[in-house]
């Protein structure tokens, strides 16, 4: 374990994610943006060039950040164990979700992180993220910017999300409203629990495959929202189980 991975470090939960970075001075000076605010878990997933000597340059001082980032050919095994999943994001997407302004979101991700992994997922450079990544995310994250140009460089938009955490940390501790032996379950279960809920209202007929609207979205997002523990997570398996064995009988 190296020194910037002590369990002293009060970030070691806090993940920041880049999506298909297309250019390696980027995921350089993000992990610089990081390091200077304390941050040291950074995630790249399918990065076009890495490692990369533009990378090093550009991370300066941050070169430990770079060594000991992760490389996952997909977001699901990056994020798998995620109590938290926050989505930057330049614009305003069409349906709406749960959204935070960055100072709330970097409050809420400190907390978080003194119990769990939470992962911060920033977009590519052309594209941000898109709709099927977004819809992983318990919380879109905006960055307020002027009103005719929102989109910032991905590593200064990673420089403002570790800068407001830091603000976070330095303000102390945002009030806890759970229970104390709340846990919620993390995103490969989240990802389960939905493919098992489409497969269940499927075999019930609720969704029709010709006309599946936005059905699964809608209740995508409600249980996101509701964020359950593994013991609402397994009566949750367990109905949708019993509403799949009722239909096969029908
Ligand atoms: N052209 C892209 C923007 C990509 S900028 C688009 O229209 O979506 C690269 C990444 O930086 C984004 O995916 C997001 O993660 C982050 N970012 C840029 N501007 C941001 C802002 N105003 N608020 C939050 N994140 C932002």
Known sequence: ???NQSPL???NHLNIVLIETSHPGNIGSAARAMKVMGLNQLHLVAPKTFPNAQATALASGAQDVLANATVSPDLDSA????RLILGTSARLRSLAWPQLDVREAAALARKEAQKGP?????????????NEELRRCHYLVHIPTADDYSSLNLSQAVQV???ELRMALLQGHAPMVEPADYEPVGDDKMEGLFQ????ALLELRFLDPSHPKRLMLRLRRLFLRARPDVNEYNILR???SA???????Q
């Open 118 to 130: 939470v992962y911060v997922l920033f977009g590519r450079e052309s594209s941000g993220l898109n």
């Open 1 to 3: 374990m190296s020194d």
């Open 196 to 199: 098992h809920l489409e497969q």
């Open 9 to 11: 470090n009060e970030f």
């Open 238 to 240: 367990g109905i949708l």
């Open 243 to 249: 509403i799949e064995k009722f239909a096969a009988k």
């Open 79 to 82: 994020i798998a164990d995620g």
């Open 161 to 163: 999300f570790s800068y």
